[in-house]
């Protein structure tokens, strides 16, 4: 049975991001639109790439299912750097140091180039300059870091080790990248949302679609309008439909994040562990207040557990390490990590003619999802671009991703058969604010008991391909084990790459 008997963890679920924007108001796609460019996805990847494409002279239409930031980029940390914890390692080992140093290198131009983005665009979204370390607490660690300063450095990144951290608890050693960001990523997308918008382009939120079709012009349809387009970039997370096979090359990624109040803030530079568990840590201001943000508790889709005892240890930390009292916002999000440990940037399959994806961004989005937009805005302009074939959507690096991709979709068709063959119960008495899957009418169905005490009952058969979604407690919505999708308590899609909701069934 999935349901919770857990005491809810502390703060509103909702992202820090989302709570302390404005909300946008783009209409819903009607009617017949005409474009050079078609993007599907208003985040950091799309929106960045549609801007960039306007700003060489493309006409654009960027398509929304919800509102502009309300997807994976409303639900990150806000840190803009190249220092993704011990990545240069990790790469050089499975690719070499050439692809380790275009990894380093689109990912420190992303930087630069979010800088200058809110520089010219005048998006009040506060960017600010910070260093970011990655720390160890251990001498196996310090090792580690050491060793990941010392390749940094010789990729041209700007990286020293250092064992002086400005971190209020005691640590062994850091790698530290100065000249780094942070900043509010929603109020970054709806900046970029309003640079796009107007002269002959669009942002169209509350439109759903239901398919491209490829070809001269491709085009996009969805529920009240047909997008005609010379290109079509899929930057929607985890590409729906199943062209490519995404959604087995990029396994889903969830962790977790909570927003502490505190009345200064405490932390002049962003962290993140060389150490499991892993804990991000980070100042933010916002709305008026300043807080502490900790990450962590990550996770493949198909492991959740306990997602309250997640938050739990989460704000434990916050509490002991720095002295956090109150936990304002708790949120989680889910992102795709590419088998090879490279982002997917290209036609969306090797036969695709005019459509492109960006998949696959390790977690490190607002920095990869920015390289990525740039690499397609050169290749739409017939320009080359230095990164584009260690991005290449379509490449072949078997020794790399191989025992991975049958180590992962091992672990999905162990997910299947849970979801198939674990024990149900009959029926459920269920308290507000919990859910299970349960049989009616032989039916598997997705039951949910509001504060209200109203029941919900939807198909727990997941629309892409048919795994049991379920209940997250802490986040009260329907999980999809296997590839990932997300729904709410309504079914209603909130994260593909299921495109369908769950259909409503009888309440037991
Ligand atoms: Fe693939 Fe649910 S996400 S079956």
């Known amino acids: 049975m999935n349901s919770s008997n857990s005491e809810r963890p502390e703060g509103k679920p909702v992202s820090l991001w989302i709570a302390t924007a404005a909300t946008t108001g783009y209409p819903a796609a009607s009617g017949d639109v ?62 070499g140091t050439d692809t380790a140093r275009t990894y380093g290198e689109a990912n420190q131009a992303a930087i630069e180039h979010v800088a200058a983005v809110v520089a010219e665009e005048g998006i009040d979204c506060g960017f600010r300059r910070v260093a970011n370390y990655t720390y160890a607490e251990t001498d196996d660690a310090v090792a580690r ?16 080790f250092t064992t002086d951290v400005p971190l209020p608890f005691p640590v062994k050693g850091a790698v530290r990248f100065d000249g780094q960001g942070q900043i509010h990523a929603v109020k970054y997308l709806q900046g970029l949302a309003a640079a796009v918008n107007g002269g002959g382009s669009f942002v ?93 508790e990550g996770h493949r889709v198909s492991e959740a557990g306990d997602t309250a005892g997640r938050y739990r240890r989460l704000a434990a930390f916050a509490h002991d390490r720095l002295g956090v009292a109150e936990i304002a916002y708790r949120w989680s999000t889910q992102d795709g990590i590419p088998l090879d440990g490279l982002p997917y940037v290209g036609r969306m399959s090797p036969t695709a003619k005019h459509v492109y994806v960006i998949a696959g961004l390790r977690k490190w989005g607002l920095t990869n999802g920015t390289a990525a937009a740039l690499i397609l805005r050169d290749i739409l302009s017939g320009q080359e671009n230095d990164w584009a074939s260690v991005f290449n959507s379509n490449r072949i690096t078997p020794a790399a991703s191989t025992g991975r991709f049958m180590q992962e979709n091992a672990k999905t068709m162990a997910a299947v ?17 919990e859910g299970a899957v349960i049989k009616v009418n032989g039916e598997s169905t997705a039951v949910y008991r509001g504060a209200d005490g109203q029941i919900r009952a939807v198909s727990a058969v997941c629309t892409h391909l048919g795994c049991t979604v379920a209940f997250n407690a802490a986040d009260t919505t329907w999980d999809c084990p296997c590839h990932g999708s997300r729904f709410t308590t309504d079914g209603s899609v909130i994260q593909g790459p299921a495109t369908r909701d769950l259909p409503p069934r009888p309440a037991p």
Do not use: M
Not at 244 to 273: E, K, M, N, Q
Not at 417 to 433: M, V, Y
């Open 34 to 95: 005409e474009v050079d460019v078609a993007v599907i996805g208003a985040g950091i990847a799309g929106l960045t790439a549609a801007l960039a494409l306007k700003r060489a002279g493309r006409t654009v239409a960027v398509i929304e299912t919800a509102r502009v930031g309300t997807g994976v980029t409303g639900h990150t940390t806000g840190k803009v750097t190249s220092l993704h914890r011990l990545a240069y390692t990790e790469l050089a080992r499975r690719h």
């Open 417 to 433: 058969l849970t979801g198939k063959l674990g024990r149900r119960p009959s029926q459920a008495t269920l308290a507000p604010g």
């Open 204 to 296: 169209f939120e509350g439109t759903t679609v239901q398919k491209v079709r490829d070809g001269s012009p491709a085009v996009v349809v969805t529920e009240r309008s047909a997008i005609r387009a010379l290109d079509v970039i899929v930057a929607t997370n985890v590409p729906f439909g199943g062209q490519g096979l995404f959604y087995l090359r990029c396994h889903p990624h969830r962790s977790y994040l909570i927003a502490g109040r505190v009345d200064t803030a405490p932390l002049d530079a962003t962290f993140i562990s060389a150490e499991e568990p892993l804990r991000s840590i980070l100042t933010a201001s916002a709305g008026g207040s300043s807080y502490v943000l900790i990450g962590g």
């Open 145 to 160: 870091v050491r060793e990941e300063a010392a390749l940094a450095a010789r990729l041209g990144l700007p990286a020293v």
